[in-house]
């Protein structure tokens, strides 16, 4: 037998009583959270069987409050602490948890605690790896929308991101130069996926609260010694770097431009949105220790298959470099 609501004010009080249960089953809770040592990075990831949210934030540095939103009775969270050289420690809070947490760490023996010293960026010449670039078109409107990757294109931007870079001719940032070195045929076109893959797929705030240092060092062991392609340039002062770059670039298409304000015409309340521009996320690796010791993300408006607006996307990288 199937229910009809015909009654709208049985409507309200069916939905305002499904409401109220929902929202009795969730809370919001402050824990104290504290580490020995201190100074170790807090994250959380949720856990929720009504699949509200999954994800992982950093929550600061312990000592630290930690603010969690619950979502149902049977929803948890799982709080770590990391520091580099103690193994991670992951304790599993409810909202019934107590709100006072100590971390205590646990140091592993043989491995390096002292951070990566950033003064050492300051005198540096960078040395720029074969950069990934993806480049897409944005076409279609509502529904119909879709992105269409260019493997030409991309290929063609990433050859003018090096050139340009070549003929800026500065000392302080060239092109590595891999001709001549065996050790290092799997990185003289492009670098292997595991590399991107690898680097990229760190997260910028927890880089220096890994228990180990992030090191591209078993990647070089399979597909040979990136750092033999140093010896194809002049020793220099100071100390060397090597930059990996991935930039996704996407263009939408003229098409797309006009679909969309028919759809704001007709729709009389439609948002046109344009996403085009560029995302560019900069790694770099110490060229003695294989270090990954500094990720940076940014946006461009630029669409850098236009050989000006990749100027200005060189142009904005490279002068980050240079201001660490």
């Not at 402050?30 to 201190?38: I, L, Q, R």
């Not at 000392?171 to 991107?196: I, Q, R, T």
């Not at 010791?293 to 470099?321: C, M, R, W």
């Amino acid at each position: 037998m199937k229910t009809k609501f015909n009654d709208p004010f049985k409507c309200v009080v069916v939905i305002c009583g499904i409401l109220t249960i929902f929202l009795s089953s969730c809370a919001t809770r402050t824990f104290v959270c504290k580490s020995v040592p201190d100074h170790a990075l807090i994250t959380s990831y949720i856990d929720t069987t009504l699949h509200v949210s999954s994800f992982t934030s950093t929550k600061g540095e312990t000592p630290t409050n930690v603010k969690l939103q619950f979502f149902g009775k049977d929803s948890k969270y799982y709080l770590t602490a990391e520091k580099r050289g103690y193994y991670p420690f992951t304790k599993v809070v409810t909202k019934n948890s107590e709100l006072a947490n100590t971390f205590t760490l646990k140091r592993i023996e043989g491995a390096l605690e002292a951070l990566y010293p950033k003064e050492n960026l300051k005198n540096a010449t960078f040395y720029l790896l074969p950069p990934k670039i993806d480049f897409e078109y944005h076409k279609g409107s509502g529904a119909f929308q879709r992105y269409d990757y260019d493997a030409g294109e991309s290929k063609k931007i990433k050859e003018n991101m090096v050139k340009d870079i070549a003929a800026r001719n500065k000392s302080s940032l060239c092109v590595l130069n891999f001709d001549g070195k065996d050790a290092c045929k799997a990185y003289k076109d492009s670098l292997p996926e595991a590399f991107f893959n690898y680097v990229f797929d760190l997260n910028d705030k927890r880089l220096n609260y890994y228990a180990y240092p992030p090191s591209i060092e078993p990647i070089t062991a399979k597909f040979g010694d990136i750092r033999e392609a140093l010896q194809n340039h002049p020793s220099v002062s100071g100390h060397r770097y090597f930059v990996c770059v991935f930039a996704k670039c996407i263009s939408q298409t003229a098409g797309r431009a006009v679909g969309q304000v028919f759809l704001t015409v007709a729709s009389n309340s439609y948002v046109p949105t344009n996403d085009s521009g560029t995302t560019l996320s900069l790694c770099i690796i110490d060229a003695e220790t294989l270090e990954v010791v500094h990720i940076y993300k940014t946006f461009y408006k630029e669409n850098i298959a236009k050989p000006a607006e990749l100027q200005k996307v060189n142009d904005g990288f490279s002068g980050y470099l240079f201001s660490l």
